[in-house]
């Protein structure tokens, strides 16, 4: 089953991909541009906590940085497992993508309110079709693998080296 769901309708972006998420049983894998959906991320540690296999690979972008990252780590949430995506083989990791349990949800939207709310954005659902969930999974699990959790490993974005050293001349 095929279903494609875009912003401004009945049911908002949010409601569909939280929906979607409450359902999981035993996965989910996400893979996003730009992730900071604080609803979201409190259903994921709740879906952990629920032995549900949270994984969430992100771009090194400087919103995440500022999200994820506290003093050079990556926030830890209980069983959840977050990593970014490794800059020397891709500049920039910009799927929005979400693997959940036997399902895709594949679309436009970054996981952020201007994504899920704001934006004119789509998302499709893929549902037990094996070879597209399958290639899905192969993507994200290469992706996953080479990620990292070391943010040392990231060149910072321009705008943060500028206020770095602004800052230290101040």
Known sequence: MVSLVFSGGRMSLYAFVY??????????WIEC????AEEIID???????????VRILLDGNSENFKY???????KTF??????FGNPSL????????????????FGTANWTGGGLIRN????????????IVRKAVEVFEEDW????????????????????LFRRNA
Do not use: C
Not at 43 to 53: M, N, P, Q, R, W
């Open 120 to 131: 004119r954005e789509g998302i499709v659902l893929i549902d037990y079709e094996d070879e």
């Open 90 to 105: 891709f500049q920039t990791y910009h799927l929005k993508m979400a693997i959940i349990d036997n399902s895709l949800l």
């Open 43 to 53: 259903l994921l540690k709740k879906k952990s906590e629920a032995g549900v296999d």
């Open 19 to 28: 929906e979607h998420l409450q359902s999981a049983l035993n996965r989910i």
């Open 33 to 36: 541009f730009a992730f900071n």
């Open 145 to 164: 693998r080479a990620g990292t959790t070391e943010i040392k490993k990231f060149k910072k974005p321009i705008w943060m080296v500028m206020y770095d």
């Open 78 to 83: 209980r069983r959840m497992e977050v990593r």
């Open 68 to 74: 994820w990252v506290k003093e050079g780590k990556v």
